[in-house]
């Protein structure tokens, strides 16, 4: 048996070592001029924070929100989700504070998001400002990301979604198309609105047509929706004076979602 | 009676066939209607096909291990057991590979991974090693095959077996590179899970691989055995069976001593989420078979059995030992699949999760884990039966020229496997 580890010689190994790295560098040549470009997480990735541009953040009053469940239904009639697989649901609290209170729990948009570092595939990434957004395209349906998110937000696509939506016209009409069969999606803050408000010069928070669904339906306006750098937003100047928490703030994911304690 | 015991090996067969055929049509309803006639939900998006996937590569791991020593350490007298275990190692892979198409929603992406890198995602590593290290594997099994009678009149795939064969040494190194990172990833993609803090520990990818490689080579001498007392012969002699099961027996120690320290030292304080998921196992729902399977049986008195087995020189004694390791780490990755999901996504404020699940596997998938077990084990009953490397142990090994045996040669020794 001695033939088979005493017959590489020298010559051959290194022949062995110099194929290796010709088929390395090709491999990566082939990726930086292919497969980078059109990366969406490419550049987007090193810059979860958007520095230059807005904070986009979610404000929910745990005070005045009333579980109502509206923003739920205009969640579901504007971004089309399958009834069972909300993006955006309500959690009822009856431990924590003297009273009973809601807790509406859209995506975070974390700034360290543990679904983005997980994604075998960069199908989920961050946008350019910041939010946590989903390539459909590109997922392979693995799942990763609903194990890794701390919040449980994500929603898989069971089965083809062939329902009429319970929530079209009551509480608002479709806007975006729906998700093919087998792959994974979640909140997006509702951000084809904010990209629309982008071209039509909106403002998102303000404008209903450039703001979250959720925030331009909730009757109590609990949810606030804006740019915590611009002052005068909704969202900042909902929290201004409140204490604010974020869910499991010990993961140090950073969520964009701030919840305003009860009076 | 007689044509039963004559048949037995087909009768065998046609059992196996009738499994793949149920699994087949299970496939069909999960491509046709998807993953909803599955019991996976959103709140435990991972079940049985993910035990499958980390068991088959598990339990491989052997091939690794068995040709490093093989070819790296010198130790030559192990080839006979080594080839086994390549063997069992390419079906363990192409059983992953399986597992995992069934698993996620979009197979005819699969080829993502190795396009679009993350090189950040646990999952991305598991994917381009696992790819990559089947690639090995067949290049480790091709000689094997190319050896096969019928294809003997074929003289350039021998003489290209012979070369493959020539680079067995460098073949080892890459699979002991690939698949140190990769049985470890296996165990990081659950141990970076931060938002289950059951899973998140960094012990994860050392516990994976040192638990892989003591249940794969038991598991590769525990086939072995089957095969011998099936088939009436010889594959490996019995002192090298006794000598890698008593180094396997190590193995599982060393992985007790870290599991013991793991789950003391790593348990200190109330971690919500993680204290829980200890208290299920070890008292609650999953506390029986953590207990019998996972550490009495499948680690003390395994790791046990395997070492008094080498003194005593009692191969029953191995066969029982492997069967409990390799029946250990199934469980173990059972518990950490299912405990991952069974646990509330602790809130602050710690509010009821609604996405806390129960979970049992569906008909489903359990009709396609035993299918891909049977053509698993079908194509190891077949390679058993036919290849040539596994024909019985000679007083010399026959240099490759010798070949081809007459066919009938092959058949005569067994009546099954």
Known sequence: MSEFTRELDRREFLKLLLGLGVALAGGEWVRRNFVAHDDPAGEAAHSE???????????????????????????????????????????????????????????MHCEHAPCVEVCPVNATYHREDGLVAMDYDRCIGCRYCMVACPYGVRVFNWEKNEDPNPQVP?????????????VVEKCTFCAHRLDAAKERGLTPGYDPAATPACCVICPTEARRFGDLRDPNSPASRAIRGRQAIVLRSELGTNPRVFYLLPL | MNFVRQNLFWIWVGFLGIVILVGLYATFLILTQGLVVTNL???????????????????????????AMTYLIGREQYQPLARIAVFIGILGYSGALMALALDIGRPDRFWHGWVYWNVHSMLWEVTMCITLYFSVLVLE??????????????????????????????????????????????????????????????????????????????????????????????????????????????????YLYMRFWDTTAGNYGYVPG??????????????????????????????????????????TMLFIGCGLVLAGLVANRWHTTLLAFTQPLSENPPLTSPLVSEYTPAWTEWATTFAVLSILTLAFSLGMRYLPAFKGIEPHPLPPEVLPFPTSELKSPSSIG
């Open chain 1, 49 to 107: 924070v958007s520095p230059g541009g807005p904070y986009w953040a979610m404000v929910i009053d745990l005070q005045t929100c009333i579980g109502c469940e509206r923003c739920a239904y205009a969640c579901q009639a504007t971004n089309d989700t399958a009834s069972g697989h909300l993006w955006n649901i309500i959690l009822r609290d009856e431990k924590t504070f003297d009273k009973p209170v809601y807790l509406p729990r859209p995506c």
């Open chain 1, 170 to 182: 009551t509480w608002g009409v479709t806007e975006v198309t729906r998700r093919p069969r087998g």
């Open chain 2, 41 to 67: 939900t959103d709140g435990s998006p991972w079940g049985l096909w993910i035990v499958l996937d980390l068991s088959c590569i598990g339990l491989s791991a052997g091939a690794f291990s068995l040709s």
């Open chain 2, 141 to 254: 099994v091709f000689p094997m095959v190319a050896e096969l009678p019928f294809l003997a009149k074929y003289k350039w795939l021998h003489n290209l077996a012979h070369r493959v064969h020539r680079f067995a040494p460098v073949l080892a190194i890459i699979g002991l590179c690939l698949s140190l990172l990769h049985q470890s990833s296996l165990g990081g993609t659950y141990g970076v899970v931060i938002g289950r803090a059951f899973l998140f520990r960094a012990t994860m990818p050392l516990l994976f691989i040192v638990s892989a490689v003591a249940a794969g080579m038991s598991f590769t001498i525990h086939m072995t055995l089957i095969v011998q007392w099936l088939g009436n012969r010889t594959l490996v002699p019995k002192a090298i069976l006794l000598e890698v099961g008593q180094i396997a027996g190590l193995v599982l120690l060393v």
């Open chain 2, 274 to 315: 993680k204290t829980e998921a200890f208290t299920d196992l070890s008292e609650g729902p999953f506390a029986v078979t953590f207990w019998a399977w996972e550490i009495v049986l499948g680690g003390v008195v395994a790791g046990f059995l395997l070492i008094r087995a080498y003194f005593r020189q009692n191969l």
